[in-house]
Nanobody, 121 residues
Framework: QVQLVESGGGLVQAGGSLRLSCAAS????????MGWYRQAPGNQRELVAT???????NYADSVKGRFTISRDNAKNTVYLQMNSLKPEDTAVYYC???????????????WGQGTQVTVSS
């Protein structure tokens, strides 16, 4: 019922920047944790960064100092500013949300469809 839609992916050269956005839409829900995961060909999906409703953040060691996660609670939107991109950052980036629907006594993980980020060598 709740949809997460990513945008902002693309092709950049090493050292460049991209800003990803993910907007959640639906009815009667709230989101505690939002974040970004990524999956490269032949690899498992891995954590990139997460942020709680209160603004507490967590980053994978590989992106610390280069990526910044933020959110706009009023818009139910999470962002990922990616700077100093490296070829190894190439992956499909998936938006994540821990959805709470109190009306239905329901909590569940939700995922977007993904957006491709390609960093050229």
């Amino acid at each position: 019922q709740v949809q997460l839609v990513e945008s902002g992916g693309g092709l950049v050269q090493a050292g460049g920047s991209l800003r990803l956005s993910c907007a959640a839409s639906g009815s009667d829900f709230s989101i505690n944790t939002m974040g970004w995961y990524r999956q490269a060909p032949g690899n498992q999906r891995e954590l990139v960064a997460t942020i709680t409703r209160g603004g507490f953040t967590n980053y994978a060691d590989s992106v610390k100092g280069r990526f910044t996660i933020s959110r706009d609670n009023a818009k139910n939107t999470v962002y990922l500013q990616m700077n100093s991109l490296k070829p190894e950052d190439t992956a499909v980036y998936y938006c994540y949300g821990l959805i709470s629907q109190a009306m239905y006594s329901r909590n569940y993980d939700n995922w977007g469809q993904g957006t491709q980020v390609t960093v050229s060598s």
